[in-house]
């Protein structure tokens, strides 16, 4: 019965013309949210889709205003009120809005808002087509939230496909000491060595990112005054809906400070090393002078021992001389007797007292020698005594050398020992941080890949986004005018 009526009431050519009309809008309203306001902004009509899309049924809404759907702190203002004197006055206005759905929840909508006019070309009322982009706005707002914070944490400076420099953020121009009028329409090469700029592998590198090939390490750059700043980066093809690269992207990080560091803690490494085999050597020469000296002191030893032994001799000799001196003595003695017989037999002892004449003259010659050698040897072992007690202090000294000698050498193996276990922990030190570096490197990379990858979604979005008005109605909301009375476009209930 439906059928019948509508094909009576398309009949003919304008009949046609109603019937194309209405699939179109019957179409806009499987696909769009649809209300209807008057004039003032009171509720005249909504379809499922908008009220599925706020959370409303029809007979909550019909007769209210559009207030209903506007955060309470925006109804009374200056713009609120203005936007509805505006489409009042048959003026169109279309993009996104946030407004608030039954339970209270935001909901953000790509909507136009069309005034319908009659035949004399006034406005009657207002349609509002509209697609819930909640999530898309969500999806969007989290993209250039993370940017944001990427963009706190990151150096990030962007290129054109040739090397151009685009813009550059805070962190970045920080890092290179540059101000952004300073860099913006320069070329990268502005950071780089000039030897570097005219090399072959400089081009490739650039023709490398202009095929959409990224790029990630630790690069020398060279800051303004010709400071040079150590980065790590990755330079990062921007592909646009197609996947055909039109930008670069480069993240970085100032690894200046922390590549100085290292630097230093391998000449360190290095010094500690080379002090380990230094004073490796020493104690090695430490170790022979303690040998040296021991054996030096065994040999003073036995020169005290020997010299001991000469003292007992010398001391056994004088007493030697001492019982000869005492022999010599009791010959003079009894030579002094024999004379007094010879001289008391007359002239019968004048032999004997010649003879005991003799033998005293050789007794007190003999004494006078044995007197003699006794004071040389008394001297010999006083002196003898007193190189012994030098030789005992030398001794002394030998033994204490001995004993300073091994504890240089205790003390040098200590260094030694210290130095390789230093040298040993500087180079796990260094390795740790090697191994830190790597991951750090791997952690921007990943960063660096999900802010390329939130970019491009963003790019594509702004490259492929369908919005649904037409150039010629985009026009009209650009110069803010009302749509023309003809070709009058009448709303069909349904």
Avoid: C
Wanted: proline content about 2%; overall charge neutral.
């Amino acid at each position: 019965m439906q059928w019948i009526t509508l094909s009576r009431l398309f009949r003919g050519e304008r009949g046609m013309q109603k019937a194309d009309l209405y699939g179109q809008i019957s179409a806009i309203h499987k696909a769009q949210a649809v209300i209807e306001f008057d004039l003032e902004g009171h509720i005249l009509m909504a379809n499922q889709n908008f009220l599925d899309t706020m959370g409303y049924s029809l007979d909550e809404i019909l007769g209210q205003h559009h207030r209903m759907f506007i955060d309470p702190d925006e109804r009374e203002s200056a713009e609120y009120l203005a936007f509805w004197e505006k489409l009042g006055q048959g003026a169109y206005d279309a993009g996104r809005y946030r407004r608030v759905r039954r339970d209270g929840r935001d909901v953000w909508l790509q909507a136009s808002y069309n005034p319908i006019f009659d035949k004399r070309g006034r406005p009657l009322k207002v349609v509002k087509y509209a697609t819930d982009i909640t999530d898309q706005q969500q999806r969007q707002a989290d993209t250039e939230g993370q940017l944001a914070a990427i963009s706190k944490v990151q150096a990030i400076i962007e290129f054109e496909l040739d090397g151009t420099i685009i813009r550059a953020n805070d962190l970045f121009l920080n890092a290179v000491g540059y101000h952004a009028s300073e860099v913006e329409g320069r070329h990268h090469s502005m950071f780089v060595r000039p030897e570097e700029a005219r090399s072959a592998a400089y081009q490739e590198f650039w023709r490398k990112l202009r095929s959409g090939e990224h790029d990630t390490g630790q690069y020398l750059r060279i800051g303004k005054g010709g400071r040079q700043v150590w980065i790590e980066a990755s330079y990062n093809p921007i592909l646009d809906a197609e996947g055909r690269p039109f930008k670069v992207v480069k993240y970085a990080t100032d690894i200046t400070k922390r590549f100085t560091a290292a630097q230093t803690l391998r000449v360190a490494v290095q010094g500690l090393t080379e002090n380990a085999e230094r004073a490796s050597q020493a104690n090695a020469l430490a170790l022979d002078a303690s040998k040296v000296a021991e054996q030096g002191g065994k040999t003073v030893k036995g020169v005290v021992q020997t010299m001991g032994a000469i003292t007992d001799s010398s001391r056994r000799i004088s007493e030697i001389i001492g019982v000869m001196d005492g022999i010599a003595f009791q010959t003079n003695i009894l030579a002094l007797n024999a004379a007094v017989e010879a001289a008391r037999a007359g002239t019968h002892g004048k032999g004997f007292a010649v003879v005991a004449a003799e033998v005293r003259s050789l007794a007190q010659n003999s004494a006078a020698a044995a007197k003699e050698i006794k004071g040389l040897i008394t001297t010999s072992v006083e002196q003898i005594e007193s190189g012994a007690g030098q030789v005992q202090s030398a001794g002394t000294t030998m033994e204490d050398i001995v004993a300073s000698s091994r504890r240089v050498t205790e003390i040098m193996a200590e260094v030694v020992n210290v130095s390789l276990a230093q040298s040993a922990k500087l180079a796990d030190v260094t390795e740790d941080i090697t191994q830190m570096t790597s991951e750090a490197a791997q952690t921007l990379r990943a960063t660096q890949e999900a802010a390329d990858a939130q970019a491009a979604r963003k790019d594509h979005r702004a490259v492929g986004v369908v919005k649904p008005v037409t150039a010629a109605v985009r026009a009209r909301q650009a110069a803010n005018t009302p749509l023309p009375p003809k070709p009058v476009l009448e709303y069909v209930r349904y």
